[in-house]
């Protein structure tokens, strides 16, 4: 055991340099199926080729009810209000501003639509 260095929990992703995590609350829209929700989380993936970026994830996306679909960030829109920024429960603006500008670093600006 080596006191000058804590261990990390077992359940902390590794993730990469540049891998920037989408924050749970966030509204999305899939890509392709075009069903909205929002991120619930992370689900570490044992099997399987579809992964986020850390290569050992996929979002978890509540898509109503008791409703949660495992999907990999590759394949999520990030939805944005009426002022262009993102969408996050009930997050206040200032916070909203802050990811809105940290995931707008992170991802292209096709990854990024209006709310209906």
């Known amino acids: 055991m080596n006191p000058g260095k804590p261990s990390q929990p077992h359940t902390t992703p590794i993730t990469t340099p540049n891998w920037v995590r989408i924050p749970d609350g966030t509204r999305v829209r ?51 209000d009426k002022e262009n920024l993102v969408i996050i429960g009930r997050g206040k603006e200032p916070y909203r501003r802050s990811v809105t500008t940290h995931l707008r670093a992170a991802f292209s600006d096709d990854r990024f639509i209006k709310s209906a």
């Open 30 to 80: 899939h890509r392709q199926e075009a069903y909205e929700g929002f991120i619930d989380g992370l689900t570490e993936i044992v099997t399987g080729p579809h992964r986020n970026p850390d290569g050992r994830t996929q979002y978890r996306i509540n898509i109503g009810g008791t409703t949660r679909l495992l999907v990999t960030e590759d394949n999520l829109s990030i939805l944005l």
